[in-house]
Structures are given as C-alpha cells and as structure tokens.
C-alpha cells in the first residue's frame, strides 16, 4: 500500500518500555505490571498493552498513506489523511481490553490456548479522532443506517498488519452497519492517543475504535474499510475469540455454531495487591479496576476480607473531583471505573473483588463454570491473598 508496509520480520520493532511484563516477543504482546493501573485514570501510553499478531508496519511516506472505502456503496473513495482531518475531531475516553485478559487464571483449571494474559491486559485512553459515522457519509451511507440499498449490513475493517492466522494475509474484523453509522456508537477513526499521535504499536498512523468491545474488533494500521452483506469471514471473526460452553474442547469444536464475541462482560480487579501479600500491618487500602461492555455503567463494586462470606461496598471514581454516577451524562460511559476501600484485614484474609453493571450484571464466582477452550473474558471474582506478618519471613 502506498506510504505504508508491513514488514516480513521483526527487525524493526518500535521501543517499549523495560517495566512491561512480555507474554510473547514475536509477535511483541506485553503487559504493564497491574498497580499501574491504578497510577491515573488514563494510561499512559508506555503502559498500554500491547497485542500484537505479526512485525509492526511502517509508514514510509505519509502523504501517500490513504484508506479505500468500497463495498456495497453507490460511492467508493479513497481517503488520505488530510480528508480525515477535515472531519470534525471527537475525544472519546474509552477502555480497550484483549478478550484474553486474565487468560493465566483460567488456565489453571483446564489447559487453554492463547497468549498468556495476566489481569492487566487493559487499558484506558482518550482517543481522538473523527467519528466513523461521518466518514461513510462520504461514501453517501447516511447516519443511522442498518442496510444500504446494496445491501450492505457489515462493516469490515482490513489492517496493513500481516499475521501467520491469515496465512500471511492482513488481520481484518467487521461491526454491524448499524454501529458503524451511529453517532452515538462514538466508534472512530482514531490518530491521537491521549493527546499525541497515535504510536507505531497502538496504529499509527490510523485505527479503529469500537467502544465497549473486545479489543480484537478495534483495528489497527488501518488499510481498508468494506461494506459487506455478512460478517467478515477472517479468522479472528469466524475461528477465534468466540464464547464456547465448557462442554467443548478441540475434539468437538464447531465454530459455526457460536457468534463473534462483540460486547465483553462486567469485569473487575484488584490491582494495589499482587496474588499473594505479606503486610506489615493490618489495615490496608483495596484499590483495582472495573469495566463492562456495551457503554453499561459501574453500579456497585462488592469487596470481601473474608473470601466472600461478608462484603463491603468500594467507592467508585473516575476524573478527579467529579463524582462517579452511573449512566450520567458527566460519566465516560465507555471507560473504566476505578475503585477503592480501606479496612482492617485478619492475620490471614482472602480479599475478593466483584462489580456490577447498570443492567444489573454480576461476575460470576467461580472461573470453571466460564471455562473456555480458548480462555476468554475470565470475568470471575478476582481474588488475592493477604498475610499480616514481617515481609522477610
């Protein structure tokens, strides 16, 4: 593609920063230690996890760099940067979190397949940009638009990326039109990230947002859009990142039989404690992360000294100053919540986590009623260990 390539090897990889803990180094997927989580509301972006399918592209020129629009449209174009920034320019807060996050926990209980995530393959940021909704209006599909009259429903994005799961093709994903074209989705073209230019490792010099979705349907390194009558048919939509009973293992799998994971579940976690504590005293401050899919607000996060037995409730915060509402207008209804508790803890506590949604969704208990073959959205009770003791015995 003119201005920019996807590299055949990993020789040219972007810097990052030593602090990040690597689940795989080609392709790079690494995430941040989990208390800097809770070091600001927005992560900077040294800390953003990285995930990764194949060598990061290259922009050569971007002058020349442009994304074609084509499908099922009356309209097809093709768009350079200049066009997109003509566009009025939104900043939207928004979590992005890989499907796989907290993938080790799972594969605990039965073996699993997938690049092994801790709890902190999340992050939150203001992405700028211009709303998708606007774009294709430039390909003459109007706002709040289910079907063109092709009949077009899908909206498929295809990244310069090259990865091994496509036989070396790009990694490519799809929304439904009906998203795509409605302003409120807030889905965007993005080329900031907190307020600088989108880095080589999270798109640049253009990728796609999509609020309150798994991250895999956020596209990077953006190449082309499509209108399609159906999903995208890429491996990463069709063979990948599905929700499968705990009934199906690899002998018995039919992938046809599940959607595409689109909206991820209500998820929280305990960042300001690792797995297993030694504290010298008893009265600790419980801090950690709550999210959920689809714009729903954090309604109550729910946190146990005693293993679950009692519980208190956490407060909740998201800009400083500002206090937390559910579904208010003052709220970022896509990003994360954080949360905080101080309490004095027994000489040996299991602390639990739990967070529930505006639509009154709850984590599960336990991860092996959500087991997975695959070992996504591990939503169960995040749990550590804490001991009241001396940090050298």
Known sequence: MPGIRGPSDYSQEPPRHPCLQINAKEPFNAEPPRPVLI?????????????NHGPIPIVDDIEKYCISITGLIG????????????????????TLQCAGNRRTAMSKIRKVKGVGWGAAAIGNAVWGGAKLADVLELVGVPKLTGTTPSGGKHVEFVSIDKCKEENGGPYKASIPLSQATNPEADVLLAYEMNGEPINRDHGYPLRVVVPGFIGARSVKWLESINIIPEECQGFFMQKDYKMFPPSVNWDNINWSTRRPQMDFPVQCVICSLEDVNVVKHGEITIKGYAVSGGGRGIERVDVSIDGGK????ASRYQKTGIPYISDDTSSDKWAWVLFEVTTDIPSISEIVAKAVDTAANVQPENVEVIW???GILNTSWHRV???VGHSNL
């Open 39 to 51: 070091s600001s509301y927005v992560t900077p972006v040294d800390f953003f996890y990285k995930r």
């Open 75 to 94: 309209n097809p174009k093709k768009l350079f940067m200049n066009d997109i920034l003509k566009l009025a320019k939104y900043n939207i807060t928004a």
């Open 310 to 313: 009692t519980w208190m409730e």
């Open 372 to 374: 997975n073959l695959r």
């Open 385 to 387: 260990h804490v001991r």
